[in-house]
């Protein structure tokens, strides 16, 4: 069964075997700072959701995903060839893919939440088994420019995770966000963005 569903100006389809489209990745879509013409990478890019979201937030943006999963990474490259979004999508692992260092402004990651004998498991896309915190944030560093960025989401739970391990990979945190599901509710979700080599100063936004 395929599901689709209208993202602005573009239409994002995945099939089962693909991660679904969810609130997480929609808010990350709207929270990484991108300018036109950057060079974005993707880093566990599911069906190509947030490469499609950043599209339509920016102009002639160079469009790069990966994925390990070839259903993933072959559903990716279709949602940009039928959205008319040149770029390419990379089946492999992202932790030694031949993607050049320094070679981004940005990158984005929607990651597997928990660890490996945590006791919790959102399925093998949720589960850190093929990749950590500490591998992500590893190779976030490596493929961003001095100054690029590196936006992810994550559980509230693992904040100070998120901030030490980004900060150990020299991705220095600069903007942070949590998101709930209304008054009155705990945070549900956290919004982290980085700048590698960057000075220090977190802004916590509303």
Same mark, same amino acid.
């Given at each position: 069964?395929?599901?689709? #569903? ?11 075997? *693909? ?9 990350? &879509? ?15 890019? &599911?069906?190509g959701?947030?490469?499609?979201l ?5 102009? +002639?943006?160079?469009?790069?995903g ?7 990474? +072959?559903?990716?490259? #279709? ?5 008319? !979004?040149?770029? +390419?999508? !990379? ?11 320094g ?7 929607? @990651? ?5 004998g ?25 493929? *961003? ?10 559980r509230? #739970? ?8 980004? +900060?150990?990979?020299?991705? #220095?945190?600069?903007?942070?966000? !949590?998101?709930?599901h ?11 963005e ?5 000075? @220090? &100063? !977190?802004?916590?936004?509303?």
């Open positions: 069964m395929v599901k689709t #569903e209208q993202l602005g100006p573009y239409v994002l389809s995945w099939p089962s075997g *693909v991660f679904p489209l969810g609130g997480d990745a929609l808010a990350l &879509g709207e929270f990484a700072l991108v300018k036109p013409g950057q060079r974005v990478c993707d880093l566990g890019t &599911g069906s959701v947030l490469l499609l950043l599209a339509r937030r920016a102009e +002639r943006l160079s469009l790069t990966i994925d390990i999963n070839p259903l993933s990474a +072959r559903i990716a490259q #279709e949602n940009l060839e039928v959205n008319r !979004l040149s770029g +390419r999508i !990379l089946c492999g692992d992202l932790r030694t893919a031949p993607l050049p260092a070679g981004f402004d940005l990158a984005v990651s929607n @990651p597997p939440y928990f660890p490996v945590s006791g919790k498991s959102g399925g093998p896309a949720r589960s850190e088994e093929s990749c950590s915190l500490d591998e992500l944030c590893a190779a976030a560093s490596r493929l *961003v420019k001095n100054g690029g960025r590196f936006a992810l989401c994550h509230p #739970e693992r904040l100070a995770d998120v901030l030490c391990t980004l +900060r150990a990979h020299s991705l #220095e945190p600069k903007r942070l966000k !949590l998101v709930s209304g008054p009155g509710h705990p945070p549900s979700l956290l919004l982290a980085a700048v590698r080599q960057g000075r @220090p &100063g !977190l802004v916590i936004e509303p």
